[in-house]
């Protein structure tokens, strides 16, 4: 499985920005799908998560009403549409899968990572 997230670029505050995650092949048994952000300096954090099976979706608090994943299996394709977006969201956006069936939070370990897309909100 090799994942690689495509969109990012510059946005207004407040704006929406829709990034994708495009999967090779989602392989047996990676059900769950999840995209974080990073900050240079700062740690990882997690902004929410999707199972493959269901559809069911999961978000951190930072982001929850304002962002929606999603995923289209016919193109193995993952989004992440943003509204709403502030300042504080400006980070490098990663998409990640893990094997096993999502649970009633995020997965905290990936197994397969792709390469960030920058998403960067200026007023």
């Known amino acids: 499985v090799q994942l690689q997230a495509s969109g990012g670029g510059s946005v207004e505050l407040g704006g929406s920005l829709t990034i994708s995650c495009a999967a090779s092949?989602?392989?047996?048994?990676?059900?769950?799908l999840g995209w974080f952000r990073q900050v240079p300096g700062k740690e990882r954090e997690g902004v929410g998560c999707i199972s493959r099976t269901t559809g069911r979706t999961l978000y951190e608090d930072s982001v929850k009403g304002r962002f929606t994943v999603s995923l289209d299996s016919a193109k193995n394709t993952m989004y992440l549409q943003m509204n709403i977006l502030k300042s504080e969201d400006t980070a490098v956006y990663y998409c990640?899968?893990?094997?096993?069936?999502?649970?009633?939070?995020?997965?905290?370990?990936?197994?397969?990572w792709g390469q960030g897309t920058l998403v960067t909100v200026s007023s």
């Open positions: 990640a899968t893990v094997r096993g069936f999502l649970g009633g939070t995020c997965p905290r370990s990936y197994e397969i």
């Open positions: 092949g989602f392989g047996r048994d990676y059900y769950t």
